[in-house]
């Protein structure tokens, strides 16, 4: 029998789930990766050589019934479930008072309504294994900036963490919230260029969820904020 532990990550086709998804492969672990794109998904496992450690669950963060599938797809396949990567998420890049609102909803429902789901679809198998919930976050969810509509849910992102610490810490459950700075990854897209001055890169942000899925037994790191160096907000 495997007893290879077990991890779940949305959003997991690119950018830091994607890496956080090869860390963990490095590392032993058997890996379930999600995201809305087929061929996004398809290119991963390719790139990954289709290792029989990986596989990849076609779905919507936002819509329970998927998540819901990826979590049993997941325990059918590898009969466990020991942590789970709340990585799914986007931003429309605009403001509050001069952004278009048609966007606004997707992002809401992926960036908060996402991995509150997730919690809810994981939580019993997570209490079988004493597992870890690692949320993916933002400094934008710590620092107010003028009109910053994805910032704000990342600022519910920040108190959802805890939120959930503060139920599951007595199941044994471990909660992380990874709160990166500037990274660069497909975040991006939607201004046509990156920003400027030095950006993390997704291996980076990647170390430091590896290292608190890692922890030993009883210790639960519970918020780390990493910024690239000459970032000041």
Avoid: C
């Avoid at 950018?15 to 490095?26: E, F, K, N, P, S």
């Avoid at 107010?144 to 704000?152: E, K």
């Amino acid at each position: 029998m495997n007893d290879a532990p077990v991890a779940l990550i949305t959003g997991g086709g690119s950018g830091i789930g994607a890496a956080v998804a090869r860390q963990l492969l490095d590392s032993g672990y058997r890996v379930t990766v999600t995201g809305r794109g087929q061929a996004r998904l398809r290119d991963f496992a390719e790139r990954m050589g289709h290792p029989k450690e990986l596989q990849t669950v076609v779905g919507d963060a936002s819509a329970f019934d998927d998540i819901q599938n990826a979590v049993d797809r997941t325990l059918e396949a590898y009969g466990r479930l020991d942590t789970v990567v709340a990585n799914a998420g986007f931003a429309t890049h605009d403001t509050v008072a001069d952004g278009d609102p048609a966007g606004w909803t997707e992002m809401v429902l992926t960036n908060v309504l996402g991995p509150a789901l997730l919690v809810r679809a994981s939580v019993d198998a997570l209490k079988e294994t004493r597992g870890r919930i690692v949320l993916i976050g933002s400094v934008a969810g710590f620092v107010n900036t003028p009109g910053n509509v994805y910032g704000a849910t990342k600022w519910a992102v920040t108190g959802l963490a805890e939120n959930t610490r503060r139920q599951v810490t007595e199941f044994g459950i471990g909660v992380t919230l990874v709160a990166p700075g500037r990274v660069e990854t497909p975040f991006w897209d939607g201004l046509g260029t990156l920003p400027p001055g030095r950006l993390l890169t997704a291996d980076q942000i990647a170390d430091s969820v590896v290292w608190a899925i890692r922890q030993p037994d009883g210790v639960d790191v519970n918020t780390v904020v990493v910024r690239p160096l000459g970032q000041p907000n």
